[in-house]
């Protein structure tokens, strides 16, 4: 089997990525719906592609690895390693956990960092009404994740937060840090408190905080919610888009409390998590499958975390549809190291109408049941997904 041509297409601003074959076999994949501006670089390894047999994807890989990077310009490179293990899997008939090693799982646990409601404001009162609604949703979540502090607009809404002033950025994950002030530091606790009155030990809690935190505020942080037996703090110091990893840093902030810390969504390739898991630098970490490299590249860490009695939880809040498949595919195959990965939202309301082979409704009771349909386990429709296509993608699915 031969790759014939790499395509990416714009479905409503979404960028979603064919690679077709010569024994009319596609696979397709999806990068995060705001990173529009990845399709150039995906299109870019259009020529090292053609003519490679998509089925051996370490393969391939060798040949288009070396240019990722760190988020967002790692999600080319993922994307179109995930696209080669929908076509392996479809071509020998078997869903792609098999061709990882097989599943050790018939059902993923998912957590909530998507399905979001208009926050009332950014006080105790309103993360409690906040988490209540979570706590309604069909889907059943036993966890939830909840942005705070530098992670949320909390730094410029609650006033004198802390001793610096937050740029009002273009960016998300703008580079805002500075120490806490007292009330700053209290707020957040207060905040945390009024969430677990509310939560119980029924839903796990986790928070994505940053980053932006000194080092000396994060140790008070994690020590002062101790009692709350948070399942992690995210992102306290580095991480998000920080295109960089400082080991040593996150290992002092994990040996001074038992809250455990957790960072790893931005990193491209197992390389750049090795001193955070030899260094045992987190408790906990959370590749995204579409920035780290694929799915085998995720697997591969897991493994490797696993040895070092690191935990993950992989990210994918905004990777589609078509990423929530991948994210199940690999997830059914992690070692027991494995708490849950984030439930990526289907971005908007015409994606399921669109997609066939996912099962419905996709979460019960905060799982998904892992399905058995060949590649990744889903067929786009094309006569229905035409309509959504940017108008120079006309012939995407041609
Ligand atoms: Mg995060």
Not at 28 to 36: F, T
Not at 223 to 249: C, F, H, K
Request: net charge negative; glycine share 10%.
């Amino acid at each position: 089997m031969r790759i014939v041509d790499l395509k990416c297409a714009l479905m409503d601003g979404h960028p979603i990525i064919r690679i077709v074959t010569d024994e009319g076999i596609s696979g397709y994949a999806q990068i995060e719906h705001h990173k529009a501006f990845i399709k150039p670089h995906v299109l870019s390894f259009r020529e090292a592609l053609i003519g490679a047999d998509p089925t051996d994807v370490q393969r391939v890989m060798l040949r288009i690895r070396q240019r990722g990077a760190f988020k967002p310009y790692g999600s080319a490179v993922s994307a179109i390693e995930m696209a080669m293990w929908d076509i392996a899997g479809k071509a020998t008939g078997v869903p792609v956990y098999k061709l990882l090693g097989g599943k050790v799982r018939d059902e993923v646990r998912v957590y909530n960092g998507s399905l979001r409601f208009p926050m009332t404001g950014y006080g105790p009162k309103d993360y409690a009404e906040d988490v209540r609604r979570m706590m309604a949703l069909p889907e059943g979540f036993t966890i939830i994740k909840q942005p705070i502090s530098f992670h949320s607009p909390m730094k410029r809404e609650v006033p004198g937060y802390y001793y610096g002033k937050p740029e009002l950025g273009h960016f998300h994950g703008a580079l805002d840090r500075g120490p806490l002030t007292e009330r700053g530091l209290s707020h957040t606790v207060e905040c945390v408190a009024a969430m677990k009155e509310v939560l119980g030990d029924r839903v796990g809690l986790a928070l994505d905080c940053g980053p932006g935190w000194m080092l000396s505020d994060a140790i008070r942080f994690a020590r002062a919610v101790e009692p709350y037996n948070l399942l992690w703090l995210e992102d306290m110091l580095t991480g998000d888009y920080i295109p960089y990893v400082d080991a040593d840093m996150y290992r002092e902030l994990t040996l001074s409390t038992s809250t455990p810390i957790h960072t790893g969504e931005q990193i491209y390739l197992r390389q750049n998590f090795k001193e955070l898991i030899e260094k045992k630098a987190v408790r906990v970490i959370g590749p995204d499958p579409c920035d780290v490299g694929g799915i085998a590249e995720l697997k591969w860490i897991a493994e490797y975390a696993d040895l070092h009695s690191v935990l993950i939880a992989p990210h994918g809040t905004a990777n589609g549809l078509l990423g929530l498949a991948a994210l199940v595919q690999v997830c059914a195959t992690l070692p027991h190291n494995f708490i849950a990965f984030e439930y990526p939202g289907a971005n908007a309301p015409w994606w399921p109408d669109i997609i066939e082979g996912l099962p419905s409704p996709v979460v019960k009771n905060g799982m998904i049941a892992v399905w058995d349909r060949p590649g990744m386990g889903f067929d786009l429709i094309p006569e229905l997904a035409r309509a959504y296509l940017a108008e120079e993608d006309g012939t995407f699915f041609d």
